[in-house]
């Protein structure tokens, strides 16, 4: 469904368990030898995230769309699958590759590539980058020039590509804020620490609900995330942000909210909701975290 993409580069799950520390053998007086023994760890378990934190928030981003053809590699039709081994490899290795390029010009920790595709002719390689919207024309241009200098002096990793096939265009970020009430659950003080187990599962759940909503709708492919969720009395009201590439109106965003209301018995995912709830606010400029709280009542960080 609505799945932010993120290729978000890649989202990563782990489960935390004890950790075993094996002592030293030892010969006990009678010339026997102790048997090694495990202890686990004392660990202290914490509920898992259920989103990944952005390399450069999602308020600071504009996204560039760049593509270059690799002269070296013939094109097949398991790398339109994403979760094929040729797809997987390939996109590692290009991946590795422009990082190592761009990471010279652009900084560490100042990009961070995202969706890679493939196609035809000999094979494209299509990919997204989250940067800083401050410098983002200056960083377009710095990309395009970075590769196509690479490219001429073929040294590009392994692969060959073609300096005139380089080009990149930039993206604005769009925010808005929406909420609805869910009439199904009872709010409880919980729902206001983020570390509470409780926040981190209802969070996890209106993030997928959110996606899936917006996933089966004309606009998925302009989704970018479902950040900032927040939780206040009567039932439980939702507040988040639905970050997007392109502007959309806010009774767009509604009226999609709400055909899935209806198409759904009055449901969201697994959340019951009040049709009448459901709103929408503000873009991305620098008013919007005060129009947000002036209607909603919500603190925006």
């Not at 929408?280 to 960080?301: A, C, D, K, Q, R």
Request: with cysteine.
């Amino acid at each position: 469904m609505f799945r932010l993409i993120q290729c978000n580069s890649f989202v990563c799950s782990c489960y935390l368990s004890p950790v075993f520390t094996t002592t030293e053998s030892s010969e006990s007086p009678g010339g026997t030898t102790d048997t090694p023994t495990q202890k686990p760890e004392e660990t202290t378990t914490t509920p898992i995230a259920t989103t990944t934190t952005p390399l450069i928030p999602y308020d600071d981003q504009a996204r560039i769309n760049v593509k270059i053809k690799l002269t070296s590699v013939d094109y097949s039709s398991d790398l339109a699958d994403k979760t094929s081994e040729a797809y997987m490899n390939l996109k590692a290795e290009v991946v590795d590759t422009l990082k190592d390029v761009l990471a010279n010009k652009l900084g560490e920790g100042k990009f961070n590539i995202l969706d890679v595709t493939f196609s035809k002719g000999s094979l494209v390689v299509q990919y997204e980058l989250a940067v800083n919207k401050a410098t983002a024309t200056q960083t377009m241009n710095t990309i395009v020039s970075t590769v196509k200098d690479v490219a001429e002096k073929s040294s590009f990793g392994n692969f060959t590509v073609d300096p005139d096939s380089i080009t990149a265009t930039k993206t604005e970020m769009y925010s808005h804020y929406g909420r609805f009430t869910i009439t199904n659950h009872q709010y409880n003080d919980n729902l206001i620490k983020e570390a509470s187990a409780q926040y981190q599962e209802l969070s996890a759940e209106v993030n997928k609900h959110v996606h899936a909503v917006f996933d089966s709708s004309p606009i998925k492919s302009d989704v970018v995330a479902v950040t900032k969720i927040t939780f206040s009395k009567g039932s439980v009201i939702a507040s988040y942000q639905l970050v997007l590439k392109n502007e959309h109106t806010l009774g767009e965003l509604t009226q999609i909210m709400k055909y899935h209301l209806e198409a759904n018995s009055g449901k969201i995912g697994s959340f019951e909701v009040n049709a009448e709830s459901i709103q929408f606010s503000g873009t991305l400029n620098s008013n919007v975290p005060s129009i947000l709280s002036i209607i909603f009542g919500v603190p925006v960080s």
